[in-house]
């Protein structure tokens, strides 16, 4: 992709160029770059989709300077789900996966978080922070209290992961009013490593940037991963307070949101 300085913008795609525009980008992160897979991934168009897209509303990144075709100017994606949305679609996305009761009975309002993905050429700058800022208001508008969603390291060898998985549950676990479960048929044990020999560098070094930005928001992790074999990683559910952030915390995920 040709750069010059970046001009972002971010919405909600509101058309189904857009949403194809968001698809293709996941295709070219998810399916091309590590090696996922699914029954409605179109191959041809180069489309990662799946049933829940409907239901989603898909905040997109832009870059304005972009010159070439308008469908290739979608540089990031997030799509989120709210609870009402959720009803919709008979279930959270990651309910496959997670026992989400503890949340779904708590009667606080829920945003399910997924497919974040950033373009290779916009990795490491500014662009993650629009993306932020603009999910922020978001969740300001629609008075969310509770995010969370499953984050993925790629790989779905447990023992190469055996450090930060283990790090994520010795120092991560969520509170059990949040501790969503990995479910019963698919459980995969976090605690793999004593506490006491666990190597926190090395752990910290093998965590995405992803999933480290979501620690510093204050967020933890349900009990368990899920090995997923069709998108080739293992997964954790990642469970964010809002109501738990403290005032630091709370300025790094606001800052730039009008009141």
């Known amino acids: ?12 795609a509101e058309s189904e ?3 194809q525009s968001a698809q293709r980008l996941r295709y070219r992160v998810f399916v091309e770059e590590l090696g996922a897979g699914g029954a409605l991934v179109d191959h041809d168009q180069r489309l990662e989709k799946d049933r829940f897209d409907p239901f989603f509303d898909h905040l997109i990144l832009c870059d304005e300077s972009y010159e070439g075709d308008a469908s290739q100017q979608v540089v990031g994606v997030y799509r989120v789900l709210r609870d009402d949305q959720a009803l919709k679609a008979g279930q959270f996305y990651s309910e496959d996966e997670y026992d989400l009761t503890v949340l779904k ?3 606080r ?11 290779p050429d916009y990795r490491g700058g500014a662009a993650m922070y629009h993306l932020w800022n603009a999910l922020a208001a978001y969740v300001f508008e629609h008075e ?11 790989g779905t060898d447990l023992d190469s992961l055996a450090q930060p998985l283990s790090m994520l549950y010795h120092n991560h676990l969520a509170p059990e009013d949040l501790r969503v479960r990995a479910q019963a048929d698919h459980y995969a044990d976090m605690n793999l490593v004593p506490k006491a020999q666990l190597d926190r560098r090395r752990a910290m070094l093998e965590v995405p940037a992803l999933i480290k930005a979501y620690l510093r928001l204050g967020g933890f992790v349900g009990d368990g991963a899920f090995v997923d074999h069709n998108f080739n990683t293992t997964d954790v559910c990642l469970i964010m307070d809002t109501k738990r952030l403290n005032e630091k915390q709370k300025s790094i995920y606001t800052k730039g949101i009008a009141r």
């Open 1 to 12: 992709m040709a750069m010059s300085a970046p001009q972002f913008s971010v919405k909600l």
């Open 17 to 19: 160029a857009e949403l």
């Open 105 to 107: 009975n708590s009667g």
């Open 109 to 119: 309002k829920l945003l399910e978080l997924g497919r974040s993905c950033l373009h």
């Open 144 to 154: 969310i209290e509770v995010l969370f969603g499953v984050a993925s390291f790629h």
